[in-house]
T-cell receptor, first 113, second 116 residues
Framework: DAEITQSPRHKITETGRQVTLACHQT?????MFWYRQDLGHGLRLIHY???????NKGEVSDGYSVSRSNTEDLPLTLESAASSQTSVYFC????????????FGDGTRLSIL | AQKITQTQPGMFVQEKEAVTLDCTYD???????LFWYKQPSSGEMIFLIY??????QNATEGRYSLNFQKARKSANLVISASQLGDSAMYFC?????????????FGAGTRLAVHP
């Protein structure tokens, strides 16, 4: 069965360090997304990609970057981790098509001390 | 700018009863889509139901139905015959067409507790 996998599931790091969260999907979807989830805010879009070599900034992109070198992977990098980036991060993918739901990974809980 | 509002931070319902979770939206677009997701305590996001703005009938998926009132800009989720496993966070989301389609804007969510 097709799936979307995030790793690691949990990570603790220190402020100022670079952190990369992995996202791998086997749906062969062109569209991929990164969200962060914080209490009271629902999910907020960080970055998204509509295909290889395409990346776009979302609502809360400051301090984050992504790259899309193939269809399956969209890694999220925190260039210099800050305590405000402590959150749960979700990766999602979808088919192209306005009525297509996004399929989510199980999330990564990131704590920055 | 598009916006999703879920006014109920928490709801509870007795097992086997129906419950309605509210969602209102704000958009100037004529074509849009609304999604509901469930997030159980284990954390994963599960897609439940979709309603397109031009769909003539309210969407239904098993025990889930969407009470879509376009003039009032509301898309309430109705869960019939609640089960203990329905206890979870529920998120309403809207497709954001600005700058490209299929981005989603989420509401803050409603936590539903089903009591035996």
């Amino acid at each position: 069965d097709a799936e979307i996998t995030q790793s690691p599931r949990h990570k603790i790091t220190e402020t100022g360090r670079q952190v990369t969260l992995a996202c791998h999907q086997t749906w062969n979807h062109n569209n991929m997304f990164w969200y962060r989830q914080d209490l009271g805010h629902g999910l907020r879009l960080i970055h998204y990609s509509y295909g290889v070599q395409d990346t776009n900034k979302g609502e809360v992109s400051d301090g984050y970057s992504v790259s899309r070198s193939n269809t399956e992977d969209l890694p999220l990098t925190l260039e210099s981790a800050a305590s405000s980036q402590t959150s749960v991060y979700f990766c999602a993918s979808s088919e192209s098509g306005s009525n297509q739901p996004q399929h989510f990974g199980d999330g990564t809980r990131l704590s920055i001390l | 700018a598009q916006k999703i509002t879920q006014t109920q931070p928490g709801m509870f319902v007795q097992e086997k009863e129906a419950v309605t979770l509210d969602c209102t939206y704000d958009t100037s677009d004529q074509s849009y889509g609304l999604f509901w997701y469930k997030q159980p305590s284990s954390g994963e996001m599960i897609f439940l139901i979709y309603q397109g703005s031009y769909d003539e009938q309210n969407a239904t998926e098993g025990r889930y139905s969407l009470n879509f009132q376009k003039a009032r800009k509301s898309a309430n989720l109705v869960i019939s015959a609640s089960q203990l496993g329905d206890s979870a966070m529920y998120f309403c989301a809207m497709r954001d067409l600005q700058g490209g389609y299929n981005k989603l804007i989420f509401g803050a969510g409603t936590r539903l507790a089903v009591h035996p």
